[in-house]
């Protein structure tokens, strides 16, 4: 959808490519190592063509747009040769890229995010913390006798150290997986809010302590990076039928909306970057997916815009107070 009919515009929220641009969004077109139906590989387009009915992007919680601040850099050139291949061609992509911008990752199957932690470990110079919604654990040790694929870069993550394991934090967990595989993130010392456990949960009241869970993990260990993982297959199908291994009892949109609203507007937190994972739009109804996709990005953006306006209001406001009682104690010159 564009402001005439019939001109193609593929860019989220119709955004320009800009240097300068304090938000960015790219897509990682790959879907070689999905396991069972693959078409990731034009998720990026799909979130891109649903971002277009978001408007002006004014969202309604935060108030604010990221229009203005949001850059679209395009599809980044990679093979499809093979996993290997493809990492080779976007490491050396991603460091300039998050110096320059924070960053919204469009895929693309799983095993895009390996890369992307690895970048983000060795930019910032320490572990992060991961929030990491999914249907699947994705911590098997193997790729169906393969080293890796989208289903091993959890355990990959940890064993590399890119990741801080007391503030990995899953969401929306329900595939068939053995207890070593379905509890490799708890046993570690992180967190895992199953499926089941969220059912019925939706409000930001009743989500309260699972919320307070995530804030507290990361406030006890001094707020660190901040990175959010969204495979698109946390949801039920019922919300998003367009993704290769769709799981019965997943999540609705409104779980996933609750948990970003509440977390990504917080200034305490230290979000870093954010990715959206294997939406495959061929399978898709209605645009169901890409529509959840890109509200999931949208209101990501908004909230860390949010988060970063209400910081700069509380500075300005504790520098006025202080200068104020600068004032206040200076003798009267009467």
Excluded: K
């Excluded at 910032?124 to 994705?138: E, R, Y």
């Excluded at 996933?256 to 230290?270: K, Q, S």
Aim: hydrophobic share 45%; charged share 15%.
């Amino acid at each position: 959808m564009t402001a005439f009919a019939y001109l193609s515009d593929q860019r989220f929220l119709r955004a320009a490519p800009a240097a300068d641009a304090r938000f960015a969004v790219a897509g990682i077109a790959w879907d070689g190592s999905t396991t069972n139906r693959p078409g990731a590989r034009f998720g990026p387009r799909a979130i891109r063509s649903a971002s277009h009915m978001l408007c002006d992007a004014t969202h309604p919680l935060f108030d604010t747009s990221p229009i203005g601040q949001l850059a679209d850099l395009g599809d980044l050139p990679l093979p499809n040769t093979g996993l290997s291949a493809m990492r080779e061609a976007l490491a050396p992509l991603l460091p300039a890229l998050i110096r320059q911008h924070h960053m919204v990752w469009l895929g693309g199957d799983h095993s895009i995010t390996l890369p992307l932690l690895r970048a983000y470990r060795q930019a910032l110079g320490q572990p992060l913390a991961v929030i990491h919604f999914d249907a699947h654990c994705d911590t098997w040790t193997d790729h169906f006798g393969e080293p890796s694929g989208h289903g091993t870069w959890v355990s990959e993550a940890f064993a590399e150290g890119l990741v801080l394991p007391q503030c990995f934090t899953q969401l929306g967990i329900r595939s068939s997986a053995v207890r070593e595989a379905r509890d490799f993130v708890s046993d570690r010392g992180g967190q895992v809010f199953s499926a089941r456990a969220l059912r019925g949960l939706e409000s930001p009241a009743q989500l309260a302590p699972v919320l307070d869970a995530i804030a507290t993990r990361l406030a006890a260990h001094g707020q660190p990076p901040l990175y959010l993982s969204l495979d698109i297959d946390a949801l039920d199908p019922a919300f998003a039928p367009g993704t290769g291994t769709p799981e019965p009892g997943g999540l609705s949109t409104n779980q996933v909306l609750t948990v970003l609203e509440e977390l990504c507007g917080r200034p305490a937190l230290n979000f870093v970057g954010m990715d959206c994972a294997e939406v495959a739009p061929v399978y898709d109804h209605a645009e169901l997916t890409s529509n959840a996709a890109a509200h999931f990005v949208w209101t990501y953006l908004c909230g860390r815009i949010a988060a970063a306006n209400t910081a700069s209001a509380a500075t300005a406001a504790n520098t006025n107070t202080e200068a104020a009682a600068v004032t206040a104690s200076r003798p009267s010159s009467s």
